[in-house]
Nanobody
Framework: QVRLVESGGGLVQAGESLRLSCAAS????????MAWYRQAPGKQRELVATVNSGGTTNYEDSVKARFTISFDNVRKTVYLQMSSLQSEDTAVYYC?????????????WGQGTQVTVSS
């Protein structure tokens, strides 16, 4: 069984920073990639940022200059450093991982962590 456990969400003022963490645990061979998604009230879930095992990153345009995703392969943890937060960043943030267990790659999701930015 693979688990993704997120932490670090909360309530902040506009312009402040927050760091999210997501740790993968359980029995698996390797992590192919990890990502952060978010879902605001009344909106579809959207991809925020991705990082693969080689360290290559990609970002959604609106966060590119403000967010940084990183991956610690020893701790099996992905981080999302969020700076200059805006009210539009308010959402539930979900961790996502593509993980190899044996020959097959499967997708896993965390339970979500709330980020609220007040203006």
């Amino acid at each position: 069984q693979v688990r993704l456990v997120e932490s670090g969400g909360g309530l902040v003022q506009a312009g402040e920073s927050l760091r999210l963490s997501c740790a993968a645990s359980g029995s698996f061979l390797s992590i192919n990639s990890m990502a952060w998604y978010r879902q605001a009230p009344g909106k579809q879930r959207e991809l925020v940022a991705t990082v693969n095992s080689g360290g290559t990153t990609n970002y959604e345009d609106s966060v590119k200059a403000r967010f940084t995703i990183s991956f610690d392969n020893v701790r099996k943890t992905v981080y999302l450093q969020m700076s200059s937060l805006q009210s539009e960043d308010t959402a539930v943030y979900y961790c996502n991982a593509l993980i190899y267990r044996g020959l097959y790659r499967s997708e896993y999701w965390g339970q979500g962590t709330q980020v609220t930015v007040s203006s």
